[in-house]
């Protein structure tokens, strides 16, 4: 309920919270949906399938766990990641990064304080195995 408070805040609509990867995924399905924090670890299930349906939707999101950042598989590590117990600042940081939390940006106007993970990914050089 406080991760649903603090979304709030930031004037967005909270859609969860999920206690399943499956709930998770039904809830991505929905339309409009702007922008996520995922706990790593739903009731026992990875998370992982819903940052790929995330990705795949362009959807930005925020890894959430008790656990340190060494069990994000790397495909994943470039993502906000906030180590619970979460600070409200913290959270209210990531969403205004992301442009959704406008009353709590370090911008004048609100806005992307950090290229969209989308942008990032454009720019990204292709890595190769050596």
Known sequence: MEMQFLVEECDCLAVGPAASVDTAMR???EDGLS???LDINLGGEMVWPVAEA???RQVPYILVSGFDRSKVPPR?????FLTKPV???AVHR???AMGLCEKYSPLPH???LYPTFGERQARRRPMTKH
Do not use: T, Y
């Open 87 to 89: 600070h409200q600042k």
């Open 110 to 112: 609100g806005g992307p």
């Open 76 to 80: 994943f590590a470039g993502r906000p």
């Open 94 to 96: 990531e969403l205004a």
């Open 35 to 37: 922008a996520a924090l």
């Open 27 to 29: 809830m991505i399905g």
């Open 54 to 56: 995330l990705d795949k």
